[in-house]
């Protein structure tokens, strides 16, 4: 999506690390309408309210008081995927088991003994988070896909398991919380809680990374991006991580400049995303999955596709630095016949990734110049398994910025919106 | 890997040309004066070439020459002689054509070179490589190659500075696609992103100093490249015209697709693209050729636009020009790239196209291998007779009149005489406009004049025969001139934005410099003489009966006798007759024919106000027509002022246009008046009266472009009053010119179209006195209205 900055700010004190709901008290004086919160969004100035919260022990109070009926999901509906966080409690006691509902066991034990679900639904399970206490509740943390064009299937399983009997909120947020809204209500019975999809994004950002920081580290770089022999993955410490360029890249790609956790903007968009990378790919190869797409483009060689500064000038375009490997035209040699009769469907695909992610990694590094910012972490599923767009990205932004930019990436990639969701369903702002 | 892009024109690979001979050039319509050129350079694209030389070319000019009243030797009574004259005047031509006539034409340029010694021939652009050895060959002479984009800039430097209307916005289903801009007077600095197979965009500071501060790879050659991929079609022409008749919302997944609606709370409307070919990764259907170039075209062009603000932003720039093969005057990529631009900068940032950008490596090329003869030192003007003028490209008006196989576009320059610079007492030079009428916008008003120049085409043909009794192929001569000038008319009908925005003033200058294309460089020369002949002879009686005034009834006799003197004019026939018989006589029955005050537009009060203070330091008066105009009318006018103790600088014109006196003339006039009245003569001896040259050769006045002399001189002097006389220059054009000093704007209308839109009726008067806002005093306010 491609479009102008925005202005984002509102009363969020954010997730704490202790996960107390240190908002609550404060947004009971304060009720306002989440969904509606964005449109209201003013300057930049930060909470500065933070001060006025309880002490630990009223807060411990209203956990108990205000924490919501399992089951927790959170959900984030985007144009292809389907992200959705599922919080498995672990510290059930003997008599809460007793309680629990048949439908909640239902849901929790398939939700948590397989890992695929349907014909296309999955469940990353090296990035569960286990062992993780959240509203005073100990627990595992589960990250499910699946395409959004399955979210009928989803909704009958709902239907099925009686999903609406459990009288739970349903947090939920990206286009389709908007755009299914009538389809859960009416197929499945469920109300959403519908919420800003960039809210969520970097509340779940700053919370994994919260979580993340006692065990393997969630944010991590690549060092030596322009030497491919040396260049290896090292985790980053996202400590004081203002100012920040959050580039989350989905089917589009939002750009968003991030002050601090209440404070944001975004600062722009392009069309040209994960959406622009696969439906080329499937135009041009034949190809119908993302992981079919990303393994031929590994097997390709775009240098075949792509006219290079090289194929001009002979070499360096040396009045203008410009390096001869650099690409001068993206599907430049396609002009020609015969060269369009000589590539393969990899180069194809390989020149798509290298085209798309390259004109990211472009706007990104303008973007960055003019918010005058040098960290920029890139997030969303077009990174998934995907770091051949990771270490161009690294390459892009070290190279042309002559090592001013560095390009971060994290481990739950794709989940964060849903994470904010979830975080909004046990903290609501 | 990377981003970053090259500007290159398409690797000749891509085009399949077969050199096709079978045409043959008309000799005196392309390559025109190829015996005398010399400085060869060109530009040769994925599918165009441009050439460009430096040609002299043999003018007639009309001379006139002061009799040597002492010795006698005049034995007519003839003030001064007219004597047609050749004059060398320096011309550039360039001329755009297919890759696949380069043979033809450079075998053309062979056989009609006459004895030039050139030796080299600049060349730029991606095919330059491939057509070297076959242009040393051909014309002997060695390509010297230039960098592409040094020519493009010093080629968008020159068009910028000399063609006033080159910059245009576009706007589809707007009254005129086309409206063009002031980039007046200082060009600099500005964004250039150039659209090839990849994208550069470089920013210009100065004549000599830019930067390619970035670019993108995804360009013009993505949109090939790709789009050939996607839909099997391979011309660049075709992909486009699929683009145009697809729809992208099939295959765009939309932040409505995602939504359901608009995206509120960030402003994101529905239909904006939120995922280019987001819908061919899920929907398992087939997508048509059409549909898939129109996504992949809004997606490149939004890429660019995209990055064009991020630069224009970053380097804190308004003015951006886009250019390339894949802009090139194709209304499709114009639109999406103006949408792209509105939409990145809410508006903030108007895209801009150049009417010759197509030329500019050429130009630029050519300018540097003429930079021992410092083009740049000159001002040059766009020659409407030998261009060809912007073409209408929309496919959805004429999709075959894209296709220009066999065409040939020219550009011809003529190098001024005079170095031409802003009037400094302009109140805002960036925004001031010339013409009062936009004709490109004013469907009317265009339907009218149009209809008036080609209705007044037969006079303009007879006078010009007659204007030379002595030349018997003059008939011929002012045939191929009708034929001309009705086909630039016929052209501006279907295309008014041909020439940047047309206006009367357009209309009278194509007219002049098709005259002079076949060598009518003054028909009223002769008219002239006579008129100013008899006129004098009443000069001392007409001043007398002024001085005879009293000082109040003077000033008014003064003015209505400027006015008076404006009704001469050939354009009204009612006057001529008269005129013709008995001047005298006729200057009195043109009192009577002006409108009685209250005038159209009447500050006569104030101005006489104004009289009773003290006197201007300096007057600088544009004049108009010769004869009673100037004789009877302004300089008596003139004379006051002089009295009154105000230098008056008089302001005519450089070359002849209409019966508008020229430069030459009035020194000559000036002279014998000067004999007859002291006034005259001594405000010449003690350099209060002075006469200069408006750089200009046209009926009307673009006080943008004057003669740096004059600018100087205007300066010099201090310069205080502005008087601006007659249709063409205080009507048509300078109407609504706001300037930093008083200004008197005097003219009848002599046409009943004109009076009637204004409000008035046949022999109206405009009389426009204006003082600039801070320097109104509270009891001398209430200016004219309009």
Redesign the interface.
């Known amino acids: 999506m491609a479009f102008n900055g925005h202005q984002r700010d509102d009363d969020d004190g954010g997730i704490d690390e202790d996960e107390t709901p240190t908002k609550q008290l404060r947004s009971e004086k304060e009720p306002h309408e989440p969904g509606n919160e964005a449109s209201s969004s003013g300057g930049r100035a930060t909470s500065e309210r933070r001060s006025s919260n309880a002490t630990p022990r009223l807060r411990r109070d209203s956990v108990k008081k205000t924490r919501p009926p399992f089951p927790w999901f959170g959900m984030d509906i985007g144009g292809t995927l389907v992200k959705l966080v599922y919080f498995e409690p672990k510290d059930i006691t003997a008599e809460e088991e007793q309680e629990e509902v048949e439908n909640l066991k239902s849901i929790r034990r398939y939700l948590t003994s397989n890992i695929a679900y349907g014909k296309t639904g999955i469940r990353d399970v090296h990035l569960e988070l286990p062992d993780l206490t959240l509203c005073g509740r100990t627990g595992n943390l589960h990250f499910i896909r699946f395409p959004t064009h399955d979210l009928p299937a989803f909704l009958q399983m709902g239907r099925n398991k009686h999903f609406s009997s459990l009288h739970t909120t349903l947090c939920a947020t990206g286009g389709g919380a908007y755009k299914f809204e009538s389809d859960f209500r009416t197929m499945a019975d469920l109300q959403l809680h519908k919420l800003d999809e960039l809210d969520c994004l970097i509340r779940g950002v700053l919370y994994i990374d919260s979580v993340m920081s006692r065990g393997p580290s969630e944010c991590y770089y690549f060092e030596n991006p322009t030497d491919p022999d040396r260049c290896v993955q090292k985790p980053y410490t996202l400590e004081n991580p203002y100012p920040l360029l959050l580039v989350n890249i989905g089917s589009g790609v939002s750009i968003l400049a991030v002050y601090s956790e209440n404070n944001y903007k975004r600062v722009t968009g392009t069309s040209l995303g994960g959406g622009t990378f696969l439906g080329l790919c499937c135009l041009l190869t034949g190809c119908s999955t993302f992981e079919e797409a990303l393994e031929m483009a590994s097997q390709g060689e775009s240098t075949r596709v792509d006219k290079l500064v090289r194929d001009i000038y002979g070499g360096d375009y040396e009045r203008f630095g410009l390096p001869g490997w650099a690409v001068a035209s993206s599907f430049g040699n396609m002009m020609s016949k015969e060269k369009r009769e000589s590539v393969s469907k990899e180069d194809l695909a390989r020149a798509t990734l290298v085209t798309i992610t390259n004109n990211i990694g472009s706007i990104t590094r303008m973007c960055a110049l003019n918010e005058n910012i040098e960290r920029v972490v890139f997030v969303g599923n077009f990174l998934r398994v995907n770091t051949l767009s990771m270490k161009l990205l690294a390459y892009a932004m070290d190279y042309w910025s002559k090592g001013q930019l560095k390009a971060l990436f994290l481990q739950h990639e794709g989940y964060f919106g849903a994470v904010g969701a979830l975080l909004e369903l046990l903290h609501p702002s | 890997?990377?981003?970053?892009?090259?500007c290159?024109r398409?690797?000749s690979?891509?085009s399949t040309h077969t050199m096709d001979k079978s045409i043959t050039l008309p000799p005196d319509e392309i390559f025109r004066n190829l015996e005398n050129a010399k400085r060869f350079a060109i530009d040769i694209g994925g599918s165009l070439t441009k050439l460009a030389y430096y040609s002299t070319v043999q003018h007639k000019v009309a001379k006139v020459r002061s009799f040597d009243h002492n010795t006698k030797e005049a034995s007519s009574d003839k003030l001064y002689e007219i004597s047609v004259q050749e004059e060398v005047t320096a011309r550039l031509h360039f001329i755009k054509f297919e890759n696949a006539y380069i043979e033809t034409c450079l075998d053309f340029i062979k056989d009609h070179l006459v004895n030039t010694d050139t030796k080299v021939i600049k060349a730029t652009g991606?095919g330059a490589h491939k057509f070297k050895e076959l242009i040393e060959r051909k014309l002997g002479l060695r390509v010297d190659k230039e960098?592409e984009?040094t020519c493009l800039i010093k080629g968008c430097n020159f068009v910028l500075k000399n063609i006033p209307h080159e910059a245009f916005v576009y706007a589809r289903h707007a009254d005129s696609e086309f409206r063009f801009q002031t980039t007046y007077p200082e060009i600099f600095p500005y964004l250039l992103v150039n659209i090839?197979?990849?994208v550069?965009i470089v920013k210009v500071e100065s004549e000599d100093k830019f930067e390619?501060i970035?670019g993108?790879?995804?360009?013009?050659?993505?949109f090939?490249?790709?789009g050939?991929?996607?839909t099997k079609t391979?011309r660049f022409d075709e992909l486009l015209q699929l683009a145009s008749r697809g729809q992208h919302t099939s295959?765009?997944?939309l932040?409505k697709?995602?939504?359901?609606?608009s995206?509120?709370?960030?402003?994101?409307t529905g239909d904006?693209?939120?995922?280019?070919?987001?819908?061919?990764?899920?929907a398992d259907k087939e997508?048509s050729k059409e549909d898939?170039a129109k996504s992949l075209l809004h997606?490149i062009s939004?890429?660019i636009g995209?990055?064009a603000c991020?630069?224009a932003?970053?380097h804190n720039l308004s003015r951006v020009y886009f250019g390339g093969f894949f802009i090139r005057g194709h209304p499709v990529t114009m639109h999406t790239i103006t949408y792209s631009i509105n939409?990145?900068t809410?508006g903030e940032v108007q895209a801009l196209f150049l009417r010759h950008e197509g030329y500019l490596g050429a130009i630029g090329a050519f300018l540097k291998g003429a930079e021992e003869d410092n083009p740049n030192q000159y001002s040059w003007g766009e020659n409407y007779a030998g261009s060809s003028g912007l073409m209408s490209v929309s496919p959805d008006m004429n999709p075959m009149q894209r296709a220009r196989s066999g065409t040939f576009d020219m550009l011809e320059m003529d190098r001024l005489e005079r170095q031409l610079v802003n009037l400094p007492l302009l109140l805002d030079p960036s925004s001031y406009i010339p013409d009062t009428m936009d004709l490109t916008e004013d469907a009317l008003a265009r339907e009218y004049w149009l209809f008036c120049f080609e209705d007044a085409l037969d006079g303009v043909v007879k006078r010009a025969v007659a204007s030379q009794p002595d030349m018997p192929e003059a008939a011929e001569r002012a045939e191929k001139f009708r034929h001309k000038y009705r086909h630039k008319l016929q052209t501006l009908r279907q295309q008014p934005f041909a020439y940047g925005s047309l206006t009367v003033r357009s209309l009278l200058d194509t007219r002049e410099h098709c005259l002079n294309e076949f060598n009518f460089p003054d028909p009223y020369s002769k008219i002239k003489q006579k008129e100013n002949d008899m006129a004098l002879k009443y000069y001392q009686k007409a001043v007398k009966s002024l001085d005879e005034l009293g000082w109040e009834e003077r000033q008014f006799a003064l003015v209505r006798g400027v006015l008076a003197g404006n009704v001469f004019d050939w354009g009204a026939k009612a006057v001529s007759d008269v005129l013709e018989s008995d001047p005298e006589f006729g200057f009195e029955q043109a009192k009577r024919q002006l409108e009685e005050r209250p005038w159209l537009i009447d500050s006569y009060d104030q101005w006489f106000e104004r009289l009773k203070g003290p006197p201007h330091k300096c007057a600088l008066f544009f004049v108009d027509n010769s004869g009673v105009d100037i004789i009877l009318g302004v300089m008596p006018f003139v004379r006051e002022l002089l009295s009154r103790g105000t230098e008056v600088v008089l302001a005519s014109n450089s070359g002849p246009a209409l019966n508008d006196v020229t430069n030459g003339e009035l020194q000559i006039l000036t002279e014998r008046i000067a004999a007859m009245d002291s006034v005259i003569q001594d405000g010449l001896r003690e350099d209060r009266l002075t006469l200069v040259q408006s750089g200009s050769s046209s009926p009307c006045l673009d006080l943008s472009r004057l003669d740096k002399v004059l600018a100087n001189v205007v300066r010099e002097r201090k310069t205080d009053l502005v008087i601006i006389e007659g249709m063409g220059r205080a009507i048509h054009t300078n109407y609504y010119a706001m300037l930093s000093c008083e200004s008197l704007k005097m003219a009848v209308i002599k046409n009943s179209w004109l009076a009637d839109r204004l409000g008035g009726k046949l022999f109206s008067v405009v009389f426009k006195y204006e003082v600039p806002a801070e320097k109104l005093s509270p009891d001398s306010a209430g200016l004219s209205p309009l």
Do not use: C, H, P
């Open positions: 890997m990377s981003t970053m892009a090259e290159v398409l690797d690979s891509t991606g960098d984009m090839g197979s990849g550069s390619r970035g993108s790879s995804i360009g013009g050659g993505t090939w490249g790709l050939a991929l996607l391979k295959v765009d997944m932040v697709d995602i939504y359901g609606g995206y509120g709370s960030l402003g994101l904006l693209i939120a995922s280019s070919f987001g819908k061919s990764a899920t997508f898939m997606m939004n890429d995209q990055l991020l630069y932003k970053l939409f990145f809410k």
